[in-house]
């Protein structure tokens, strides 16, 4: 997964095999979406950086954003 290229010592590079949604129906788009929120939210986690916004499946079911709207 994270590994160093070109010997730059602090850079990280995560390597994430993931389906290209180019093709597919929204319906099938959603999970590769998902997975791909679960992946960018658990390396924050690793970095220990705070995830400000609240994931996608909150927004969609119609939970008040941090903006005060609902999608």
Do not use: C
Not at 33 to 52: K, S
């Amino acid at each position: 997964m994270g590994h160093h290229r070109d010997g730059r010592p602090g850079t990280r590079y995560e390597s994430w095999n993931v389906d290209d949604p180019a093709a597919l129906d929204l319906v099938d788009v959603r999970p590769i979406r998902d997975e791909i929120e679960r992946r960018v939210r658990r390396l924050l986690d690793q970095l220990n950086v705070p995830a400000t916004r609240q994931p996608t499946t909150a927004r969609r079911s119609g939970t008040a954003t941090s903006q005060g709207r609902t999608d």
